[in-house]
């Protein structure tokens, strides 16, 4: 293993991490002091400016009840994984002489994808970060490099490569994360809550009748769904917090949209429409304040999951159809073609084109330009946006090609569609 006396090989591992993945790198001694890093020059969080102090605080024990063990690391010396409260990611790696630790590298701060003003500020509200420095906090953000997981944990892995010359696996990666953490058991004992729901007779749903529920949705049957529910006693539902009834209510709310986001999936409405339903549906209940709004909004989501399904073209598509039909509607604001579907579905283009015909009875090429049309219907409601930038937008030539196309859809002309 390489230790920190091996400067020149130290430096040369931490430019190779920095120019891969243009995220800050440093190499601390003993005393967690800096003796290395890239770029020479960095700016600061909020809040503690010095990198310095940042970097003792981020390399202390992953948690206080935990210490470092360094017999452990002095055999296995396994990259750490650490997000802070403020979702910074960093790798840390310790170098070891004999059973001490010499020194450590710290790859970070990085971000696992782009913080969005209304997120970053959400963030900082989360962690009672004073209102005169969010503007701080959002320039410190979007400075920050973004390393997707998997890109954070393969940089990890090469530079436990770089470092050992030994390979390391993410299963290894992560199965050390997991046993290096202690376990933060729940209060109390399932096993004697068990006993206590028996005796009491105060026993959960029977699953078969949640399976039934879930089946509705998938098959979009709303009247079967709400029969379904009605059947559900009150008592029989979980516990899901024991300080708040209204805090239960919405984790069960959540619980249930989650698996109706799953089913509907499975009745084949559209995977980007049914996660973007289940993040709206969840955000609303999250505003509700009270236990009867909570019950009807998750009810209003169910049945709003059941109709997504019955009005979906993709029902009784085969799955190659339906992969396509998918892809057109994730990716209609980008270039289309019959060569890029017929990569996604795995097939000649030829052979894809008559399949989707004889399924859909619509050409491929027909097809997109329709969703298009759909799609600029709906961008339409919006009073900000013009005509000409819809058809930009979605790929039409110019403004006369799209008005020709939107006619043969609609019947009638952008303009007097939107009036």
Known sequence: MMTLEDQEGMQYICKLIFEAYQTPVFVLDSSRGIVHQLPLSLEGRPLTPDFGEMLKEITDPIDSASPIDLAVVATTPIPIIRTT???????????TSGHQTAGTIVVGPSLYEPLTESKAANLLRDNNIPLGLQEQWQHYYRNLTVLTRTRLYHAAMLLYTLVTGQTLSITELLLDAR???PKQQPVGSPDLN????????????????EQDLFRHIQNGNKAELLRTHATFSEEKYGLLSKKSHLRSKKNLAVASITLATRAAIGGGLFWEIAYTLSDFHIQHIEELRDVPAVENAVLDALCDFAD????????????????CQNYIF???????????????????????SQLFKKE???????YIQRERIEEAKRLMEYSGVTLSDIATRLHFNDQSYFTKVFKKYTGTTPRQFRN
């Open 330 to 352: 994730n990716h209609l604001y980008e270039e289309l073609s019959l060569d890029k579907l017929a990569e996604v579905a795995g097939l000649n283009g030829s052979y894809l």
């Open 194 to 209: 068990v006993s206590f729901r028996r005796e009491n007779i105060w026993l959960h749903h029977e699953p078969m009748q």
């Open 360 to 366: 859909t009875g619509i050409a491929v090429s027909d």
């Open 85 to 95: 409260h403020s979702l910074e990611n960093f790798i840390i790696l310790p170098l």
């Open 179 to 181: 046993t290096s953490k």
């Open 308 to 323: 997504q399904v019955k009005d979906t073209r993709t029902t009784m598509l085969s799955r190659t159809a339906a992969v």
